[in-house]
């Protein structure tokens, strides 16, 4: 069974920054991309930034438009994991972050894993 575990939430001031981190196990394939979504109260559920962990794609990285500047995702050394560092937080970034791990098979169809979440929020 496919585990993901994200950690490296709290609670910080406007300004301030974190670093999630994400590890999965279990699996027996790689996986194509991972990367991070969260989810305010009262909202959908939003793409924040994803990273291709296939080689081919040389690591191409693609983030939300909100974010853009302030986040960067990366891949650890370890196999399946990736880092969310976070800077210039805003309150408007208070979410429950989660990481999400995608596999294309043989048939091009796509199977998503995910994390439990990690609680980010931001103060005024």
């Known amino acids: 069974q496919v585990q993901l575990v994200e950690s490296g939430g709290g609670l910080v001031q406007a300004g301030g920054s974190l670093k999630l981190s994400c590890a999965a196990s279990?699996?027996?394939?790689?996986?194509?991309?991972m990367g991070w979504y969260r989810q305010a109260p009262g909202k959908q559920r939003e793409l924040v930034a994803v990273?291709?962990?296939?080689?081919?794609?040389?690591?191409?990285?693609n983030y939300a438009d909100s974010i853009k500047g302030r986040f960067t995702i990366s891949r650890g050394v370890a196999k399946n994991t990736v880092f969310l560092e976070m800077n210039s937080l805003k309150p408007e970034d208070t979410a429950v972050y989660y990481c999400?791990?995608?596999?294309?098979?043989?048939?091009?169809?796509?199977?998503?894993?995910w994390g439990q979440g990690t609680q980010v929020t931001v103060s005024s």
């Open positions: 999400n791990a995608r596999r294309i098979d043989e048939a091009s169809d796509s199977v998503d894993y």
């Open positions: 279990g699996s027996i394939f790689s996986f194509n991309a």
């Open positions: 990273i291709s962990t296939v080689i081919s794609s040389n690591g191409r990285t």
